[in-house]
């Protein structure tokens, strides 16, 4: 069940990264137009400030795309000195403090969009973006990535308690480094 549920966020964060990449392309095609109209006199005027958003948007979505394919860096020096079920319980750990942080942030996060929402907030810049249309994406984007940290925290811990110490390694684990040493 839990090696279904990890294939299954897999597939899933699979499908939210293509949709951040192509907003990714759509954001260089529009910077790349602005530089070319610039050549001519004339701008679409805005592309910092938008180049800047969809950087803030791709970062908290793609996040959790990092966590399900291994992405996400690990310092692993103690970790690989260490048996089948020690390896397993530095996973589960590492799991859970990178869960408690991202909650962490993903509630923090809300009092900044409530506030933007409930007080009507632009940008203080010529296009003066009301900031709910970027802050709610974004708050979503740290809520997915919390909700990722936390189905991978129980699938480990699960397969922790079952000793099943080995799976974890394939989602939880930190071997992509390993790979590439070889």
Known sequence: MELRLIDFLRRLNRGVALVVGFGLLLCAAFVLADILMRRFGT???GT????GYAMALATSWGMSYALVELGHVRIDLLRTRAG???RALFDVFSMVVMSGVIVLIAIKSWP????SVTMGSRANTPLETPLAWVQVPWFAGWVWFA??????TFAALSLLLKGRHAE??????AFAEQETLQ
Do not use: W, Y
């Open 43 to 45: 701008s679409l005027g």
């Open 84 to 86: 089948s079920f020690g």
């Open 112 to 115: 900044v969009v409530a506030r």
């Open 168 to 173: 974890t390694e394939s989602f939880a684990g």
């Open 48 to 51: 910092e400030e938008i180049a």
């Open 147 to 152: 909700l990722m940290c936390c189905l991978v």
